[in-house]
Every structure is written in C-alpha cells, then in structure tokens.
C-alpha cells in the first residue's frame, strides 16, 4: 500500500476508535446518571419514611391523651348534667316541702 492509503486507513481507523470510546463513554455516564437518580428516589424514600414514622409515632403518643381527654370531658358533662338534675329535683322538694307547709 501506498503511504497515502495507509495514512487514510490509519486515520478512519482511529475515527472508528474515537467513536467507539465516545459510545463507551456515553453509556458509561448514562449508566451513572441511572444510578444517581436510582439513589435520589431511594433517598426521598428514606426521607419520606423518616417522616412517615415520626408522624405516626407522634400520633402513637398524642392518641391515647386525646381519648384520654375526651373520655374526661364526657365524664363531667354527664357528672355535671347529674349534679344539676339532682339540684333540680332537691330545689323541687324544697319547694313542694314549703307547700305543703303553707
């Protein structure tokens, strides 16, 4: 072969090279790109659980004061409700007491 044919394979040659590295080297970065945003879901995942179980952990913790609360607000509104009829019905003795007196 002649020195300029040689020089023109030589020169594809390393083109061809070239482009297979680049191709390489683009999968390559594509592959790390899938694998970086595989991480970020993973962890807003995390975060997201994180945050979940401090939530429900609080709930956990708040729920049984509020029954406990509401349970003592129910307990005096009948208490109370009771306490009144009861005066209710003594201020009506009284009364039919001085009645029956008169």
């Given amino acids: ?3 300029s044919l040689e020089n023109l394979l ?3 040659a390393t083109r061809v090279q070239a482009q297979w590295r680049g ?3 683009r999968e390559f970065f ?3 790109r899938n694998m970086i945003i595989y991480v970020q879901r993973h962890v807003r995942m995390w975060l997201m659980r994180s945050w979940f179980k401090r939530i429900r952990s609080a709930t956990r913790r708040l729920q049984p004061w509020v029954r ?3 349970a003592r607000q129910e307990f005096r509104r ?3 409700a009771k306490r009144l009829a009861e005066r209710k019905a003594a201020e009506e003795k009284k009364k039919r007491e001085e ?3 008169a």
């Fill in 1 to 3: 072969l002649d020195a």
């Fill in 10 to 12: 030589n020169k594809s």
């Fill in 23 to 25: 191709c390489q080297w």
């Fill in 30 to 32: 594509i592959h790390v």
């Fill in 68 to 70: 406990g609360h509401l």
């Fill in 78 to 80: 009948r208490l109370g």
């Fill in 99 to 101: 009645a029956e007196r």
